[in-house]
């Protein structure tokens, strides 16, 4: 799998967006990007996926560039729930799927 | 809640003693993953067992074993354990063997060997 790269911690304040970036410089053509997220010490809960194209659905945004060496995603108006380590992951689709490799993820902090 | 079940939340024991820990996936799920979150080595992927078989394998010890039932729920064995063996172990379901699945977890089941 891909190595993935995000900044260690950030902060929002509530009811802003939230910007989580991820760079994935080395990823291939068949592995997608995944976003999970873990709240405390809570099983790693999903958020979203995607290949090469934007993606949206009611929890968040992914926008990957076109060249696929990077993403971000977007909580378009965090609340103070959304505070948890949020992992970047690029895997192949299919087969090994279900093995994903956790970094050590961005702290999101939203704020009063 | 994500309908994944683990049990049992937590467990303390010594070094040297045999645990099982036990996951039932999401109804109609066949495929379970068991992943170890430590603070020193992370979230790191075990085994996977797709409706009784093994189907990958990643960092898992040798005295560790794992295997899914008929039922489908699946049970992680780890034994002479050791202080390190200490951390939480997330089961995880998903549908089937297919491409662009999600992964459900459950709540986890701490260990701590003392």
């Known amino acids: 799998d891909a190595k993935t790269t995000q900044p260690p911690s950030m902060d929002c304040a509530e009811g802003r967006a939230a910007n989580l970036p991820c760079n994935h410089s080395?990823?291939?053509?068949?592995?997608?990007v995944y976003w999970y997220r873990q709240i405390h010490s809570q099983g790693p809960q999903y958020i979203i996926h995607?290949?090469?194209n934007n993606e949206t659905n009611e929890m968040a945004s992914l926008i990957i560039t076109e060249d696929r060496k990077s993403s971000t995603l977007i909580l378009p108006h965090a609340t103070l729930r959304d505070t948890a380590v949020y992992y970047c992951?690029?895997?192949?689709?299919?087969?090994?799927?279900?093995?994903?490799?956790f970094g050590q993820g961005t702290i999101l902090t939203v704020h009063p | 809640d994500s309908g994944v079940t683990q049990t049992p939340k937590h467990l303390i024991t010594a070094t040297g003693q045999r645990v099982t820990l036990r996951c039932s996936p999401r109804?109609?799920?066949?495929?379970v993953y068991w992943y170890q979150q430590s603070l020193d080595q992370g979230l790191q992927f075990l085994i996977q067992?797709?409706?009784?078989?093994?189907?990958a394998k990643g960092n898992i010890l040798e005295r560790f074993s794992a295997q899914q039932f008929p039922d489908l729920h699946s049970e992680l064995n780890l034994s002479s354990l050791e202080l390190g063996d200490s951390a939480l172990y997330f089961c995880?379901?998903?549908?089937?063997?297919?491409?662009?699945?999600?992964?459900?977890f459950g709540s986890g089941t701490q260990l701590s060997v003392l």
């Open positions: 995607g290949l090469k």
């Open positions: 992951i690029a895997a192949p689709g299919g087969t090994s799927y279900g093995k994903l490799t």
């Open positions: 109804s109609g799920d066949l495929s």
């Open positions: 995880a379901s998903s549908p089937g063997f297919v491409t662009n699945e999600k992964l459900f």
């Open positions: 067992y797709y409706n009784g078989e093994e189907r």
């Open positions: 080395t990823i291939s053509g068949n592995e997608y």
